[in-house]
Each structure stands twice: as structure tokens, then as C-alpha cells.
């Protein structure tokens, strides 16, 4: 079974607006990424954030995590029609082998 | 350069019969992994690869799914007497070296059993 669960399932904003999406996970972990999967296909990797890191930037993308309440939250700042897409959390499991992805956040942004 | 190759695309084939997927990695990427990704769901892993080895095929849901790397670069998920229930995209990923912290995905195989 999948570790990780974002939370919306879907979202939909308007071009300009801030999308917030979460994530929760279960065990202690090494690192959590963020990714990005445009129609169906391969997934192009975000940003990461170690287990000792509680913020980080890139661009118009934040990441926090706290590691008491096994949570994790990316925000697109005035995000774009071409932000539109799935985005995963992949948690790297402290005493596991293999990244384990959660089921994703549809995110639409309407011009 | 050259990021992760997967081929076909795309796969139609008929229940009982068996296919083979291929991923090329990144060259001088020594970790290769497999992915299956259904309709809505995150992708969920099959089997990791160190070098030439399987070093975990833990998520292999069957013996009918096999894989290999015979030589440490290009690898082949294999499927036999294929289900519908098998219809995913499937997905590859490579990196540096075993547990690097960063996976790069190929565009995957979208497999359709009728």
C-alpha cells in the first residue's frame, strides 16, 4: 500500500492564485520530493526536502515539512495555466529501499 | 544529454499473451527502477536495479512479471500470459547510483490488455 496521501484530490484556481497541496505520511523517512506528471506520463522531479529541513524554495514553489505530524505542503505562487497537471509526493522511508509516491493532486488552473 | 527512453509508447495487446517493455537509462546511471502507474494513482514501485542485479523485486505483484538488466545498462519488464488487470502506464526511472536521492522518469509505456 501507498504511504504517502495528498490532499485535494483536485483543485482548481484561477491563473494568478496560490495552490496549496498536501501530503502525509506514515514512517520516519530520509527525504520527501515533490513531483510532477503532465497528462499521464513521466514525472519530472520538483524539489526536495531532507528530514532535517523544515522550509524550501525554488522559484515560485515552497516546500514545508514537519516531521512531528508527518506532513508535507507545496505552494505554486501565481500559478500559471501551464502549472495545470498531477503533482506527487514521493517519501524516501528511513528503513525502506524504494521511494513510495502518494496518489497525486489534479491540479487545474483556469486562464 | 539524453534523458530516460521507454519503449513503445504505447501497447495493445490481447489477455494471455505475453509483451516485453524496454528502458534505456541515462548513460553511466547505475541504479534503474520500475514503476506501475494506474488510472488515478500514484506510481507504485516493482523493482530496482543495482548495476546488472535485481537488488529488490519486492513489488513484482506476480511471477508472471520478470525484469532484467544483463548488461547493467538497458533493461526489459517482461510480462507473461498478460491480465487485464495489467493495463497501467509503466514507468522507468534511473539514477547515479543506488539511493541517490534524485529518480529520473522516462515518458512510460501506456499497456492496454484486451
Known amino acids: 500500500s501507498q504511504q504517502g496521501e495528498e490532499d485535494p484530490q483536485a483543485l482548481s484556481i484561477q491563473e494568478g492564485e496560490n495552490a496549496t497541496m498536501n501530503c502525509s505520511y506514515k514512517t520516519s523517512i530520509n527525504n520527501l520530493q515533490w513531483y510532477r506528471q503532465n497528462s499521464g506520463r513521466g514525472l519530472v522531479h520538483l524539489i526536495l526536502?531532507?528530514?532535517?529541513?523544515r522550509e524550501k524554495h525554488s522559484g515560485r514553489l515552497r516546500v514545508t515539512l514537519d516531521t512531528s505530524k508527518k506532513s508535507s505542503s507545496l505552494l505554486i505562487t501565481a500559478s500559471r495555466a501551464a502549472d495545470t497537471a498531477s503533482y506527487f509526493c514521493a517519501t524516501d522511508p528511513s528503513y525502506g529501499q524504494n521511494f513510495v509516491f502518494g496518489p497525486g493532486t489534479r491540479l487545474s488552473v483556469l486562464p | 544529454g539524453a534523458g530516460v527512453s521507454q519503449t513503445p509508447s504505447n501497447k495493445v495487446t490481447e489477455k494471455g499473451k505475453y509483451v516485453e517493455l524496454r528502458c534505456d537509462p541515462i548513460s553511466g546511471h547505475t541504479a534503474l527502477y520500475w514503476y506501475r502507474q494506474s488510472l488515478g494513482q500514484g506510481p507504485e514501485f516493482l523493482i530496482y536495479?543495482?548495476?546488472?542485479?535485481?537488488?529488490?523485486d519486492s513489488g513484482l505483484p506476480n511471477d508472471r512479471f520478470f525484469a532484467v538488466r544483463p548488461e547493467g545498462s538497458v533493461s526489459t519488464l517482461k510480462i507473461q500470459r498478460t491480465e487485464r488487470g495489467d493495463s497501467a502506464v509503466y514507468l522507468c526511472?534511473?539514477?547515479?547510483?543506488?539511493?541517490?536521492?534524485?529518480?529520473?522518469f522516462g515518458p512510460g509505456t501506456r499497456l492496454l490488455v484486451l
Open positions: 526536502i531532507r528530514s532535517n529541513e
Open positions: 526511472a534511473s539514477s547515479l547510483t543506488p539511493r541517490a536521492e534524485t529518480q529520473y
Open positions: 536495479f543495482q548495476g546488472t542485479g535485481a537488488a529488490d
